[in-house]
């Protein structure tokens, strides 16, 4: 049995929050910072319709920051995705006038590279070479391409 466990914070939203505080924060970040979705209409709309923005870009490669750290937590260390980077680098795109589907296809990449340099740190720590990846953020089909 490893000596740490592991767990995986909300790799789009470690705000803490929780319920319908958690649901509008979500919808202030899509709407406020990449002009996407203000109300839901139904299920899931702003990461779907983030996801089809994203889906226009292909080709696009680039990634923004996102910088793992390690929390200690009674149950054990988590390692945690830090988004800061990830929204500074997001307004600038904005404010430079990027295409919001270079943008997404970019915050994509972002959690795509975070959850695998998770991956990596937590086999290297434990040897454990299986990773099952579950919940809502995972049925994203960028995410999984």
Do not use: W
Not at 56 to 70: F, I, L, N
């Amino acid at each position: 049995m490893p000596a740490f466990g592991f767990r995986l914070f909300n790799v789009y939203f470690p705000s803490g929050q929780r319920g319908h505080d958690r649901v509008e924060f979500k919808l202030r970040f899509y709407s406020r910072l990449l002009g996407i979705c203000d109300r839901n209409s139904y299920h899931a709309q702003a990461p779907v319709e983030l996801e089809a923005f994203a889906a226009k870009a292909p080709d696009e490669t680039g990634a923004y920051p996102m910088a793992v750290s390690r929390v200690a937590e009674v149950s054990g260390d988590m390692l945690r995705l830090e988004a800061d980077e990830l929204i500074r680098r997001v307004v600038a795109d904005r404010l430079a006038g990027a295409p919001i589907e270079r943008i997404a296809a970019r915050f994509h990449q972002s959690v795509a590279q975070g959850v695998v340099d998770i991956c990596v740190r937590i086999r290297d720590n434990t040897r454990l070479s299986t990773v099952a990846l579950s919940g809502g953020v995972f049925a994203n089909a960028v995410l999984l391409g």
